[in-house]
T-cell receptor
């Protein structure tokens, strides 16, 4: 089945550091990828929709300059948390969908981000 | 905008017994897709089952089945012969074929505990 690889799985870094998270579709081409944020025991909150070759579409309330998204190829999207602070600590999950209309989204394993 | 509601924050079931998780949604669309995802403690999102709205027959995947009531906008998940490995957070999700990138709208989740 379709596989989405997300790296790193866990990041601990100092406040003020920028952190890049990669999301790759391994065996299919993903024209659209999604980035979610999840707090403990809560649902997934969509942050942005990433489209290959164009600017990402951010959800209301998500800071574009804080969360930079790049989708440079059909198999790779990256989320960069710029100048991260403790309040940015969270679990980030990406997903990707094959072009076929009936295909579901496939999720990466997530990245646990801890800002000290 | 579509909304998804899971009214049961927590449920528990005895091993080998049957449990039903509730999900309702609100939409004005006639064609759409519905999903149940499972998120175990590892936090990996696992697709459990999916249903196309134009299909009257309820989807079934081994011990998992749905009761899809389109008129009532209800999409419940039944887990038969519950196993310890079924313990997880379960999310109901809606996808419009027309929405930008076919984004998923998630419910709040139901935490399922399986008692031995």
């Amino acid at each position: 089945g379709a596989v989405v690889s997300q790296h790193p799985s866990w990041v601990i870094c100092k406040s003020g550091t920028s952190v890049k998270i990669e999301c790759r579709s391994l065996d299919f081409q993903a024209t659209t990828m999604f980035w979610y944020r999840q707090f403990p025991k809560q649902s997934l909150m969509l942050m942005a929709t990433s489209n290959e070759g164009s600017k990402a579409t951010y959800e209301q309330g998500v800071e574009k300059d804080k969360f930079l998204i790049n989708h440079a190829s059909l198999t790779l999207s990256t989320l960069t948390v710029t100048s991260a602070h403790p309040e940015d600590s969270s679990f980030y999950i990406c997903s990707a969908r094959d072009w076929a209309p009936l295909q579901p989204q496939h999720f990466g394993d997530g990245t646990r981000l801890s800002i000290l | 905008a579509q909304t998804v509601t899971q009214s049961q924050p927590e449920m528990s079931v005895q091993e080998a017994e049957t449990v039903t998780l509730s999900c309702t949604y609100d939409t004005s669309e006639s064609d759409y897709y519905l999903f149940w995802y499972k998120q175990p403690p590892s936090r990996q999102m696992i697709l459990v089952i999916r249903q196309e709205a134009y299909k009257q027959q309820n989807a079934t995947e081994n011990r998992f089945s749905v009761n899809f009531q389109k008129a009532a906008k209800s999409f419940s998940l039944k887990i038969s012969d519950s196993q310890l490995g079924d313990a997880a957070m379960y999310f109901c999700a809606y996808r419009s074929p027309l929405a930008s990138g076919s984004r998923l709208t998630f419910g709040e989740g139901t935490q399922l505990t399986v008692n031995p």
